[in-house]
């Protein structure tokens, strides 16, 4: 009884020790983790408002930092609300990048033509086009082609449509998209940016200058050029498939980053010879019978090159952008003739003409044979 009297007159702190299990706070922590981590947001504009869409730093829970803050917080009895450890993510392109950016007056603009009637290859370029509507590209950055669309393929959505392998027509998904690789690239040539990678076609292109096509074939071959301005670069596109049939890339910037060039082209053919017609025995047909499935085409030897000029139009210098020797091609004939063997031979003879010779043309094949 004298104790409890003396515990009652002087009362004794007893510190009590806490400890937290560190599997069940982790298991917590990592519950909500999924419901808070989010990715960080580019800014970006509506080209046709000029209304900027903010960026959003991403946000990624630091689990372990979490558990260990915990205990200390937990020292209190009190009601008590825990804080989530995180880590944030900036995102590529922030609101700054579209400072004092002119959308009056474009860097370069661009536009190619197509034929509308080719329902399939109109729809591509469509559907390859909007990929870039609002792209930013920074200074120092490198910009891809093939990056910004991903893979062209049926699974997204793209339309057969003929395009150029080696040098032959193939009906292939996006069949249509060089011509918007090629609209971008001659609308980065205006815009004085520096070409890190571009190839041409297999073929003579004819929707532009000799010398300034672009293809592109996804994993192999791609369009890429650098932003050397001083400030952040934006896409914009137009597609019309309905009326005009015409496709316009215009680039848009900072006003002291313009520029004053002119792209000039010089070309020479080199003609296609009658000993390269490749022959493929083909026994669907009627015996006797062949039918030109490429007529072929001559080469060309193609060169484009840029000129640069002052505010006051005093030429400063050219540069040599490329400079392309395109093969011919043979002509390509389907034939069954009597008694053959089953292996084309490599340099037959002739075989007899029938008397029409069918000539095929691949479907939606654009006007020239240019893709």
């Known amino acids: 009884v004298s104790d409890r009297i003396s515990l009652w007159r002087n009362p004794l702190e007893i510190p009590l020790g806490l400890r937290v299990d560190e599997k069940v706070v982790w298991y917590l922590v990592e519950s909500v983790k999924s419901t808070v981590d989010s990715e960080p947001v580019d800014a970006s504009m509506n080209l046709a408002e000029g209304i900027i869409n903010a960026a959003r730093d991403g946000i ?10 915990i205990p200390r917080t937990l020292s209190s009895l009190d ?8 880590n944030r993510t900036r995102p590529r ?3 700054d990048a579209f400072q004092d950016i002119d959308l009056e007056n474009p860097l370069a603009e661009y536009t190619t033509k ?11 370029i469509e559907l390859v086009s909007v990929h870039f509507e609002g792209v930013v590209i920074k200074p120092g950055e490198i910009f891809s082609f093939n990056e910004v669309t991903g893979p062209r393929t049926y699974a997204e959505g793209y339309l057969p449509a003929p395009e150029y392998r080696q040098g032959r027509i193939v009906m292939a998904p996006a069949g249509g998209a060089c011509q918007v690789s090629t609209t971008i690239y001659n609308a980065a040539l205006l815009a004085g940016l520096e070409i890190v990678e571009r190839r041409p ?4 292109c004819g929707y532009v200058p000799y010398g300034r096509d672009a293809t592109v074939a996804y994993g192999a071959v791609d369009l890429r050029f650098k932003n050397t301005l001083e400030h952040p670069i934006i896409l914009h596109q137009r597609v019309d498939r309905h009326s005009a049939g015409t496709i316009t890339f215009v680039i848009y910037g900072h006003p002291d980053d313009r520029v004053h060039v002119e792209i000039g082209n010089a070309y020479s053919w080199v003609a296609r010879q009658e000993s390269s017609t490749r022959y493929v025995i083909d026994r669907s047909l009627a015996p006797g019978t062949q039918v030109v499935e490429d007529e072929g085409t001559n080469g060309i030897i193609q060169r484009c090159w840029r000129t640069w000029f002052d505010d006051e139009g005093n030429e400063l210098y050219t540069e040599q952008i490329s400079h392309d020797n395109v093969r011919p091609v043979g002509k390509l004939i389907r034939h069954n003739p009597d008694g053959a063997a089953e292996t084309s031979p490599s340099t037959p003879s002739t075989p007899s003409a029938p008397s029409q010779p069918e000539r095929v043309t691949p479907e939606e094949e654009p006007p020239s044979g240019v893709f």
């Open 79 to 86: 009601d008590i609300l825990v804080a989530l450890a995180v």
């Open 93 to 95: 392109v922030t609101n």
């Open 114 to 124: 197509f034929n509308i009637w080719k329902r399939n290859r109109s729809t591509n």
């Open 60 to 69: 990624e829970v630091d689990i372990e930092k979490t558990v260990k803050n």
């Open 201 to 204: 076609h297999g073929r003579p």
